[in-house]
């Protein structure tokens, strides 16, 4: 593929929610573009992005996928990304780097969540935005519907360009509302006629608006169409396109993906109308302790800015990035800041789903791949050799499920952390840890789609099946009395034997006090030397767990008196008494349960504010308040058990119809209910 200047590039991402035909779209956009010369179906996995066996199995996309094509002298760079709530961080991914996202929405379902949740990410980022209303050949199919749930959601800004010719298998065409023109697709190619007479009034109404709406951006244009001129169609496509990039004015086409009618005029509106890299903000770097910005200058220092990393049977590790600033060409050496290693870009070429097609340079702007980088990760910065410019790391998504993993077959366990690992480069959303006190290795993603699919590609790029099960709630005991104990080790063999006493009283600590060990011995009872065993003894029992087997916490421990043998005692008879004191003084100071409370953030639109918090309560949560989140959202803060949400991503997505999100992290222990002892106690021995 041949360069292209940063005028003639366009970097757009197409997102929308699952099953709006986002991959249907990319696949036709290539085909209509002379890009790929049949057309692949997503139900039978043969379509361009749609590649890896996960994606064919479900029919969904769960990656975001990298698709360009050429068109009237641009180059579109599309990046498919998928539609599903799990894979939320691949629209984040793709927003880092496009300068347009095209929103595509059915016009048989409408406005769906998944929609509005990354319509309001776009906006976080003043994010340029475009709506194809696809599937206007469906059954009931509505444009003026669809469009009608556009405006209520997305404000007045949304403007249509196009209105539809004929309604569900009858749609053939669009009406040009900017040229007052009809392109119809009867011959399956673009034919432009006269407006259809029977939508004639309707037309020129919505002309009117639409005009009038443009050139309120545009002060000359206004004083000449109050004046009565009228501008002319390249006129409004230049200061729609001024409103585009300023994220202020969000254009509406419509058209068919499957039957391929009026995807031209789309190909043709992103490269008029759709901003190009330099209309775009300069990018803010970190450099030498502040921030600079740095523009999008072919001629500039080279800069490139990793936002994906995938993982080739054939090639290896394959690093896709955006530049940034400079031009960059095969075997270039930049340097990686954060690990201040050399990177030699052996060779550079572009995705087109998993086919590549070499490239002989890169310019600012544009979007390639390189293979074989040594260190470097989804996130890093390239930038030239002394030049430490760092592009600030995007803000990791927060896990939302969690599940324990460990292999099938014994004798795995080095294979299952490779593994793990490799996948980590690949999914910024997955976060991988070890519990020494569950003894579990706990994965952590977006949902349980995501992990269903991390647990079969562990089976099939690194051939490790896993077995699943509940991540175990790390209790915790303490006791709410004081009581003593004498804690007598005797052991007598063929030599020297074994002997130790000492006498402990315990005494329940504040929350979160920990432990404290106090030592009253006089006159000798117990050697000096011997104390410090005594005490290592009863920290080693409070981490192997008191009467009901969990490790104890919030106890002080007085050592007031005790025995020894001037032969038989040593600091294993000292330590082993200093255990077993504990264990009786334990058993008789009542004992109680403590269990993790969970600080919870739940963001829901204002509508759902009462479901939720009812549930919270059901959960034995307890709220603290609530606060407004702008966009019509509150936030509900609340103290809840950690055992109430393990899978509270799930229940949280069923209650709010996916509206709804959360943070959740540890905040304090407080004591378990005694009518929750059975359970706990029942799940504890299941586990093990």
């Not at 006159?523 to 490790?551: C, D, H, N, S």
Request: charged content about 25%.
């Amino acid at each position: 593929m041949k360069s292209f200047p940063p005028a003639k590039i366009r970097n757009v991402a197409l997102v929308g929610h699952g099953g709006a035909g986002k991959t249907t779209l990319t696949e036709a956009l290539l085909h209509c573009a002379g890009a790929i010369n049949r057309v692949g179906r997503v139900e039978d996995g043969t379509t361009t992005t749609d590649f890896e066996p996960e994606e064919v199995k479900r029919t969904i996309s769960v990656a975001l996928s990298l698709a360009p094509f050429e068109w009237e002298g641009h180059k579109v760079n599309l990046i498919d990304c998928p539609g599903y709530a799990d894979f939320l961080h691949e629209v984040d991914a793709a927003f880092q780097v496009a300068d347009l996202a095209v929103f595509v929405v059915s016009a048989v379902e409408g406005v769906e969540v998944q929609t509005e949740v990354a319509w309001r990410m776009a906006a976080d980022r003043q994010l340029p935005r475009m709506i194809f209303i696809n599937k206007l050949d469906r059954e009931r199919a509505s444009f003026e519907r669809t469009l009608e749930q556009l405006r209520s959601t997305f404000g007045a800004g949304v403007a249509p360009l196009e209105l539809p010719i004929g309604e569900e298998a009858a749609f053939h065409g669009v009406a040009d509302l900017l040229t007052d023109k009809a392109i119809t697709y009867d011959t399956g190619k673009a034919v432009e006629g006269e407006i259809p007479e029977e939508m004639e009034a309707q037309e020129h109404q919505v002309h009117d608006n639409l005009v009038e709406g443009i050139v309120v951006a545009d002060d000359d244009l206004m004083e000449r169409y109050l004046e009565g001129d009228t501008p002319s169609p390249k006129e409004l496509e230049e200061t729609l396109a001024h409103g585009v990039a300023s994220a202020t004015v969000f254009p509406v086409i419509c058209g068919s993906a499957t039957k391929e009618v009026a995807l031209d005029r789309l190909a043709q509106f992103i490269c008029e109308i759709g901003p190009s890299p330099l209309d775009r903000p300069p990018v803010t770097v970190e450099a030498g302790g502040g921030t600079q910005e740095i523009p999008c200058d072919p001629a500039g220092q080279p800069l490139a800015y990793v936002f994906r990393t995938l993982a080739d049977p054939y090639v290896g590790k394959v690093s896709i990035f955006k530049v940034l600033s400079g031009t960059i060409r095969p075997d270039a050496v930049l340097t990686n800041p954060r690990t201040h290693a050399d990177e030699k870009l052996h060779g550079l070429f572009t995705l087109r789903g998993k086919e590549q097609d070499q490239l002989t340079e890169l310019p600012a702007g544009d979007i390639g791949a390189v293979a074989k980088l040594t260190d470097t990760h989804t996130g890093d910065t390239l930038a030239p050799k002394g030049t430490p410019v760092v592009i600030p790391r995007p803000e990791p998504p927060v896990p939302a499920l969690s599940i324990a993993i460990h292999p099938h077959s014994k004798g795995d366990e080095d294979k299952l952390m490779t593994g793990l690992h490799r996948l980590q480069d690949e999914d910024p959303a997955l976060f991988i840890r070890r519990d020494d006190e569950t003894k579990q290795t706990i994965l952590s993603g977006a949902g349980e789609t995501h992990l269903a699919i991390v647990t079969e590609r562990l089976v099939r790029k690194f051939g490790v099946e896993v077995d699943t099960e509940e991540v175990r709630v790390p209790y915790r005991e303490t006791i709410t009395a004081g009581a003593d104990a004498e804690g007598k080790y005797k052991k007598q063999t063929g030599g020297h034997g074994q002997f130790g006493v000492a006498n402990i009283k315990v005494e329940p600590l504040e929350r979160g006090q920990g432990f404290e060990f106090v030592d009253q011995i006089v006159g000798g009872a117990i050697p000096r030397q011997f104390i410090p065993a005594v005490e290592k003894g009863i920290l080693e029992r409070m981490e192997m767990g008191g009467v009901y087997g969990y490790p104890v916490v919030d106890v002080k421990v007085v050592l007031y008196d005790g025995k020894f043998h001037s032969v038989d005692s040593s600091e294993m008879s000292f330590k082993m008494a200093g255990s077993i004191g504990f264990t009786e003084a334990m058993a008789k100071a009542q004992p109680v349960l403590l269990e993790p409370i969970s600080l919870l953030e739940v963001t829901v639109p204002a509508a759902y504010q009462g479901d939720v918090m009812g549930d919270l309560n059901s959960r034995r949560g307890r709220v603290q308040g609530t606060e407004p989140a702008g966009d019509g959202e509150q936030t509900i803060v609340a103290q809840v058990p950690t055992s109430e949400i393990m899978r509270y991503a799930i229940d949280l997505r069923s209650l709010t119809g996916g509206r709804g999100r959360f943070r959740a992290r540890h905040d304090h222990y407080d004591a378990l209910p005694q009518h929750l002892y059975k359970s706990v106690a029942k799940a504890e021995e299941a586990a093990k």
